[in-house]
Structure formats: C-alpha cells, structure tokens
C-alpha cells in the first residue's frame, strides 16, 4: 500500500480547519484499499472510518494522478500512523468480504439501452443485489456476499445472455471479478434443471402413444396428429428458443438446422419422423447438458468445502462465539475441533494436529501442523510462515484440537481464489476451440447453401419433388456438426475438474494444451528440485575472531532479509552461537543476484556470492579462494563475509534434492519430455552437482533473473515450447515468458496463483508428471472427439443424398455426439501413475 504523508488540510485537499499538533493527516491510495470496489463502497469506507474517536474525519481527495485518495486526520497523541494504516486496511477488508462486484462486458458492448435496462432490471430483483446498472460497455452488479453468491448472478447473466446476445460475446467476454458468464446447454423451466430433460421423456412418450394409436389402435388421424404436435412441442420447446436468439443475430445454428427437418419432415406428410427427430435431438441436448453439469459440479463442489460458520474464541475470558465465515476478521482466532474443516487460512497457535490439506493442495496423506514459535513474528509477516503451522480454509482437521489466527478474510481465501480461477478457466478457450468455433460459422451456411442446391436435384434426377425435399432435410440433420460443437470444451472442463480436484489449477483450455505440447522443462533450483531448506555445512573464518565473531556479523545482516539462504544462515548460526550477543545492522541494502550489504557498528559490511566483490576489485585472499573453490567443487553455495577492508571468510550452504526429484525427472522421461534444463543463481559447479543428482539434462548456473528470461527464450528459439517450473516469487519474469508457466507450492502464494498458467497447489514436485500426463491425455481426447465428429458427418453426408432416411441419420448424429462426451468424461477419472523407485537414478 503506498503512503503519502499529509502534514495539513492543503496538502491533503481537506476542506475545514487546519490541523492542530495534535492532529496529523495521512493520503491512502484508494485503489490500494479497493481495488474493485465503486463508489458505495468508498463511501461505507469513509463512514466507518470516521465513526472511529480517534479518527477526526475521513473524506476522499483527488491524487496527482486524478485517481482518488483516502484522507485520514487522526489524533497522534492517541495512535500512530501505521495504527491507521492498519485500520484502514481492516475496514477495507470487511467491506470487500461483505460486497461483491461483477461486470458483464459484451464483446460489442451494450449499446441498446433498452437491452440493457432489461438484464437490469432482471438483476435487481435478485435478493441481495445492492445495486445494478448498464454503462455504454457493461452491465455492473454489486451484491451482499452473505445472501447471494457471484455464480448465482452469473448462471441468470447467463440464462438471460442466451435469448438476448449472440453467443461469441457469452464466450468471448466474461463476466469480472467474481464470476463469468458461462455459456452452457442447459436450461431452467418449471422443473429446474432437469427440465429440457423431462420435456424430451414427454416428447418420447407422446411419440410413442401416437405410434401406437396409429398401429394398433385405428384411431382418427386427427387425434395422431394431435399427440404428434404435443411431441412436437415438448421436443422442439428448448430448441425453439436458442434458435431463435441466433437467428435474431443473423445467425444459423444447429438448432436451427433441427428445426427446419423436422417441420420439413411435418410439411411432406412424415409426421412421426419429424417428432423422432425432435425426440432424439431433445435427448441428446438434455443429456449431454447433464454430463457437461457432471463436470461442472465436480469444479463447484470445490466452493462447498469451506464451512459456514466458525467457532470464534474473543475476549479476555476466552469464551468462544459461533459467527458466520464472512464476519471473520484478520487476526481473530478460530477454535478447530478434531474432524471439523477449517473455516479460514491462517497459522496454528495452540495445540498440534495432522491436516488432511487434499481439497487444496491434492496432498494424499494428512500433515502435521504444529504452532508458531512466534506469533507476533508470524502476525507482521505471515507470509513467511512456515508450512508446518500454515494451514487453509476447506482443510480437514485430524484428531487434534486446534486454534489458528486467521491471516485471510474468507472472500480471499486460497480455497476461494481457487474457485474463481477455476471458474475463469471454463471460459478461456484453447486454439482448437476457436478453430471448430470459426469452422461453424462458416460449415453451417455453407451446408445450408448445398440443401437449398440439393432442392433442385429433380433437374437432373427423375423422382418427386418430395423425395427431393426429404433428401435434402436428412442432409441436414447429418451435416449438423453437435459433436463438433461439444467436442472441446467438455474435454477442457473435465480436464480442469480432474486436476483441481488433485491440487493442480489449469487455468483455462489455452494453459492446458500448451503443457501438452511442451518440448522442454525449465526447472528453477532452489525450492523446486532441492528442498529449499539449505544449511550451514561449513564455516570458514580468516580472522582472530573465529567463527563466532563471523557467524554473528553474518546473522546480524541476514536476519533482515527473507531470502532462503539467509533464513539458514539466522537460523543455523543462532544454534551455533549458542545464545552468545548479535549485534545490531542498519542501513541494511539487498544487492539483487549479488548479496546483501549493511552497517554493522559504523562498518560496512558485505555478504554475497564471489562475483559481488570480483566485480568491485576485491579479491579474497589466496587461502581462502582456495577453500571456496574446493567448498563450490563440493556442492556447496558459498557466502564471502567482508567487513570495511577485513576479510572475515566463508560460509558453505547445502540445499539437498528432494527425495522425489529424480524419479519425476524419470517419469518426465518417459511421457516423452526427455529434454531438461536446470536454471539456478548459484555457481555453475554447485548447479552442475545437483543435476547430476537428479538427472536434469544440462545446468545454468550464476543466473540473474534477467538471464533466466534470457535463457528461456533461447530455448523457445531452439526447442519450440518451453515450461518453466519455479515458486512463482523470484522466477516470475522467466515464467512469464515462457510457453507455459508452473508455480510449485502455489498454497496461499498470492503471486504464484496470479502469474502461473498451471500451479501445483502442495509443495510437490510429483504433480507435475501428473499435469503434464493429463494434458496430454487431454489433447489426445480432442484430437479423436474431433476426428470422430468431423467423419461421422463426412460419412452421412453422402449416405443421405444417397437415400439414407432422416431417423437412421438422426439416430448416428445423436450417437456420436454422446460418445464424444462420454470420451472426454473419461478425463474425470484419470489417475495419478506412483513414481518408481529409482535406487540408481539415470545421470545425464
């Protein structure tokens, strides 16, 4: 959050009296504050805050930039400015968690105010819609959390989205922030969900009544032709109004394409036939809605998992109170029972249990949690915490009775965020999806073009015009490309429920089919193929003072940066200190790449990698080069020490492979992706010891992060497709470029969920091969949905203008689109293959 001190009302741009001395002024940015939020929300902001005794006013202001300000005059004889800051930002939070915003913006925008009115108007009478309105690009929605969900304004967006606006700007243009418009099969009616469903089994069985009148009971044709029109009707009812909404857009679909068969088929007398066709085309809508919804639910279900309510321990008698999720607030601590799901991320604080983390991170076994061993620490920086006391809303306790202090408010959850990604994933389509999107738009005019051609056969063949015209209606029931239509995105969907429910997040159709085609694997070092958890291995010192008068300098620096090595380095060299003084560091400056420098006691000390100093002409003595260079041979990561002209000497760190690297680089292997690289800031030697050790094809060390982007794009150059697997943090720049970018430990990473394509929600390298195994299983499930889709319609095309008769053509059409389906819901189950154990892993 950026801040900008406000010494008086001018400054400011308050309006009233001047500040007295007593009274400090401080500029918050409001985008910092409410980053989604409008108006309203700005105002309950200011409101609540000046409803504070210590807060004399609260009012926005315009910044240098014209983007608005939070104006704060508070008594600083009573708080401090960081106080403030603090209470803005609480106050901020509870607003966001109370309100939700969306935004629905059509590809062409809503420029028809009275289209828009409508869905407004349509909004409003939502329970728990606060406000609705329609600008000149969008429709905006702000709701009460706690009373209606995103995704229930979404699904009536949607619904409302089907009659009214063409389908590309459903798909194309999503709706914002807390949920999307989601284009889908799939109706409501007087039944609910399962209404086109029920309206089909009513079409079938008066088709079958009027069979049956008509063959065994010699009833008047009259009363046939009545129950065929209610099978009509029931049929045709849903078909009826998607084929309308596409057609008012100048748009000629397959449902259109049903609909002119089966009135084509009434018109030449085949009343039965044309009913069969609306019949089967009903049953194949209704189900392959329902299979679709399979794998849908199975992303919903995701949102369930979180509890409502949570036992809440206040007060300075400790007596628990049972409150709503959403009411939760930073810092409140949350009692857990043994077997309850955890209402809220945050740190444990009393008591130890084992986790079963599978609805987040898609971990097996159940982890042990155990408190902090500093709660204020862990308060100012909870982001540092260490995984066996961080734990996640959704999450299972075990036997154990548990407290944690909560670090998220409920709308901001890593479960709540997943759900969200997940959601926007269903809407990012893959290049194959808008190729079959495109080949539509141009197949179904084309083949409407040919039936109208067809209608003049009797020129050149002698039959009747009406076998003409039944020819040309069984043409277009076969050349209607349903499965075509359907064939992408019901494998996208299932393949994103499948590795959501393993710990993995696809964001969307694109990031899945680029993983399936990656060439190579970029892996960063550090915390994705070693444990990230170096330690001191060996200590080095030049000077009388010995090793502690090193590992105290050493520790007084590093303990104010949160780099791995230097956490090892505090952490290590305090047990080796054994409790003896620390001094004090100030001025304290991170050499990105490099090291760190600081003063110690009016000294300027350095830390770093050889390099920092090589490049300034600071050679270390021959001696201790000579221990660094046998230390660098060793494996180790080395950290000179230098204070003012004194060298004080060298610390040695290891950071060991993870058990399971080798045998995923194997299994890698062997779905195909031979082609390693691992890319790593330390020592060429250091990074050539690891991959020999965990069977990466070749190293890269004594890389900045520049270099990595470097790196990555001379791969693409060489190898095409390229992913990059690294934590998120330091590896973003070289993840962003690359094809395909991986977060390992994504877990309540705010960055790593935000800038990976794919994200391994645990700590564990052995969902990759999953994800990668997946992916592919997921190209190939197109691949034979597209093939099988596009020959079904080349086989009946002909078999039609040859004499094959609508019901056959409508019984294979039907038959192909389930099956594709069916296909692609195999993704659902697709397991995750054990690692072999590798007793003498493969060097490269």
Request: net charge negative; charged share 20%; aromatic share 4%.
């Amino acid at each position: 959050m950026r801040i900008v001190a406000c010494m008086t009302d001018r400054d400011c741009g308050a309006t009233g009296r001047n500040d007295t001395p007593a009274i400090k002024t401080l500029a918050l940015e409001l985008a910092d504050l409410l980053p989604s939020s409008d108006e309203r929300c700005a105002d309950r902001l200011t409101y609540g805050l000046a409803a504070d005794v210590i807060i004399k006013q609260a009012h926005l202001v315009a910044g240098e930039t014209r983007k608005p300000r939070l104006c704060v005059h508070y008594d600083a004889s009573a708080v401090t400015a960081s106080d403030i800051q603090l209470r803005a930002r609480q106050a901020a939070q509870t607003i966001t968690s109370q309100y939700g915003h969306l935004s629905w913006s059509p590809t062409d925008g809503v420029d028809d105010v009275t289209i828009g009115m409508e869905l407004v108007e349509q909004l409003q009478t939502i329970p728990g819609v606060v406000a609705a309105e329609a600008t000149p690009t969008a429709v905006e929605v702000e709701f009460e959390r706690a009373v209606v969900t995103a995704q229930e304004i979404v699904d009536v967006i949607g619904e409302w989205s089907r009659s009214q606006v063409p389908e590309r700007d459903i798909e194309d243009s999503p709706a914002h922030e807390d949920g999307h418009a989601d284009h889908q099969h799939s109706h409501g009616g007087i039944f609910g969900e399962r209404s086109e469903l029920i309206f089909a089994a009513l079409s079938g069985g008066l088709l079958l009544t009027g069979w049956l009148l008509a063959t065994f009971a010699g009833t008047p044709r009259i009363v046939e032709l009545v129950v065929y029109s209610l099978a009509f009707f029931f049929g045709a009812y849903f078909t009826v109004q998607e084929a309308y909404a596409s057609v008012r857009h100048g748009r000629f679909e397959i449902d259109f394409l049903m609909l002119v068969s089966a009135a084509g088929a009434a018109a030449l007398g085949e009343v039965a036939e044309g009913a069969l066709l609306l019949f089967l085309f009903s049953v194949g809508h209704a189900l392959e809605g329902y299979a679709m919804g399979r794998a849908r639910r199975a992303i919903e279900a995701l949102a369930e998992l979180a509890p409502k309510t949570a036992l809440v321990r206040r007060g300075g008698t400790g007596d628990t109170v049972e409150i709503p999720v959403a009411d939760l607030g930073i810092g409140d601590v949350v009692v857990v029972r043994p077997n309850m799901r955890l209402a809220a991320d945050g740190f444990v604080v009393a008591g130890t249990s084992s986790i079963d983390q599978a609805p987040v991170t898609g971990e097996s076994v159940p982890v042990d949690k155990r408190p902090v061993p500093d709660v204020a620490a862990a308060t100012a920086a909870p982001e540092l915490v260490d995984a066996t006391a961080r734990v996640f809303a959704g999450t299972i306790n075990g036997a154990g009775a548990i407290e944690i202090q909560v670090t998220r408010l409920a709308g901001d959850s890593t479960l709540a965020r997943v759900v969200r990604l997940v959601a926007e994933a269903q809407t990012k389509t893959t290049s194959t999806q808008r190729f079959t999107d495109k080949f539509q738009r141009i197949f179904v005019p084309t083949i409407l073009v040919g039936v109208a051609l067809l209608l003049f056969a009797g020129l050149v063949v002698d039959e009747p015009f009406t076998a003409t015209v039944y020819r040309a209606l069984a043409v277009l029931v076969a050349a209607s490309p349903c499965a075509l239509a359907i064939a992408t995105p019901s494998a996208v969907l299932s393949s994103v429920a499948r590795a959501a429910k393993a710990g993995v997040l696809v964001k969307g159709g694109a990031a899945l089919e680029e993983l399936g085609r990656v060439k190579v694997l970029a892996f960063d070092k550090t915390g994705t193929l070693t444990e990230g958890r170096p330690q001191i291995a060996d200590v080095i010192a030049t000077t009388s003072g010995g090793d502690e008068e090193l590992l105290s300098i050493a520790v007084a620096v590093e303990e104010q940066s949160d780099h791995p090595l230097a956490r090892a380095i505090v952490r290590d060299g305090r047990a080796r200190l054994s409790g003896a003084a620390v001094p004090k560091a100030t001025n304290v400056r991170a050499l990105i790449g490099r090291g760190i420098s600081a003063s110690v006691d009016g000294v300027e000390v350095r830390i770093g990698k050889r390099e920092l100093f090589t490049e300034a002409g600071q050679h270390p003595p021959s001696q201790l080069a000579a221990d660094v260079d046998f230390l660098e041979q060793s494996g180790r990561t080395t950290m000179l020490v230098r204070a003012g002209e004194h060298w004080l000497g060298a610390i040695g760190l290891m950071d060991v492979p993870r058990p399971e690297a080798a045998a995923v680089i194997a299994q890698l292997a062997e779905l195909g992706i031979d082609d390693t690289v691992m890319l790593s800031g330390d020592n060429q030697r250091v990074a050539d010891a690891v991959a020999a050790q965990v069977g990466v094809g070749f190293a890269r060390g004594d890389l900045m992060p520049e270099d990595k982007v470097s790196e990555i794009a001379a791969l693409r150059l060489r190898h095409g497709r390229v992913g990059m697997v690294g934590d998120g943090v330091n590896d973003a720049p070289a993840m962003a470029s690359a094809s395909v970018g991986i977060a390992m430990g994504a877990a309540g990473s705010d960055v790593a969920l935000e800038t990976a394509d794919v994200a391994l929600m645990a700590d564990d390298l052995t969902a990759l091969p999953f994800a990668v195994d997946l992916s592919r299983r997921s190209s190939r499930i197109i691949k034979q949905n597209l093939w099988a889709s596009l020959g079904i319609v080349a086989l009946l095309i002909p078999a039609t203008v040859l004499g094959l008769g609508i019901g056959p053509a409508v019984l294979i059409h039907e038959g192909s689109t389930l099956i594709v389906v069916v296909n692609a819901l195999r993704l659902l189950a697709t397991p995750i293959r054990p690692l072999a154990p590798l007793n003498n892993p493969h060097v490269r």
